[in-house]
């Protein structure tokens, strides 16, 4: 009889090790990133021209944003791709466009937390008119027990001039 009980604890020691091993793992939850419409695109001009089309010195939108993220007990950390499409337009004097981008952390409440500014220049090589620029970001935020990456957004979109934004709310 010990020895069956033996044989029985065995068993059923090694099926609740086999059962843990295929217990749902803990995904971590990252924050989710939004491109508002207005910001998302930018239209740049020569400078006091009245903002006609043969005025469009460049034309830059957000092609996606995509990263992954990782948690800690003290910190969620984001890192993302940003990837813009730019157009060279019938203005342009120079091979290049430089602008740039913002990245805002916010509660669900979208109360800005943290809110950075970050250089983006893409190149017009060659005879090229219309190039891909991608830029690499790390986001880290700092997170208390009840908070998790499902606790924030992050917005991302273009630092633009009021004509810039005037411009892209008026033609969305």
Same mark, same amino acid.
């Given at each position: 009889?010990?020895?069956?009980?033996?044989?029985?604890?065995?068993?059923?020691?090694?099926?609740?090790?086999?059962?843990?091993?295929?217990?749902?793992?803990? *995904?971590?939850?990252?924050?989710?990133?939004?491109?508002?419409? $207005?910001?998302?695109?930018?239209?740049?001009?020569?400078?006091?021209? $009245?903002?006609?089309?043969?005025?469009?010195?460049?034309?830059?939108?957000?092609? =996606? *944003?995509?990263?992954?993220?990782?948690?800690?007990?003290?910190?969620?950390?984001?890192?993302?791709?940003?990837?813009?499409?730019?157009?060279?337009?019938?203005?342009?004097?120079?091979?290049?466009?430089?602008?740039?981008?913002?990245?805002?952390?916010?509660?669900?409440?979208?109360?800005?937390? *943290?809110?950075? =500014?970050?250089?983006?220049?893409?190149?017009?090589?060659?005879?090229? =008119?219309?190039?891909?620029?991608?830029?690499?970001?790390?986001?880290?935020?700092?997170?208390?027990?009840?908070?998790?990456?499902? =606790?924030?957004?992050?917005?991302?979109?273009?630092?633009?001039?009021?004509?810039?934004?005037?411009?892209?709310?008026?033609?969305?």
């Amino acid at each position: 009889m010990a020895i069956l009980l033996r044989f029985v604890g065995l068993g059923l020691l090694i099926f609740l090790t086999a059962c843990e091993a295929f217990a749902p793992q803990t *995904v971590p939850t990252c924050p989710r990133v939004r491109v508002p419409a $207005d910001v998302g695109t930018m239209t740049r001009f020569v400078p006091q021209t $009245d903002l006609d089309i043969t005025d469009v010195t460049a034309e830059v939108e957000y092609v =996606s *944003v995509r990263g992954e993220c990782s948690v800690s007990d003290e910190e969620v950390e984001v890192a993302a791709l940003v990837e813009v499409a730019a157009k060279r337009g019938p203005a342009a004097t120079q091979d290049f466009v430089e602008f740039e981008i913002f990245v805002a952390i916010t509660d669900l409440d979208r109360n800005v937390l *943290v809110r950075r =500014s970050l250089p983006f220049r893409v190149e017009f090589s060659g005879n090229r =008119s219309a190039v891909r620029g991608i830029q690499r970001l790390v986001i880290t935020i700092p997170k208390t027990p009840d908070l998790d990456g499902n =606790s924030f957004f992050i917005f991302s979109g273009f630092v633009l001039t009021e004509e810039e934004l005037r411009y892209n709310r008026a033609i969305n």
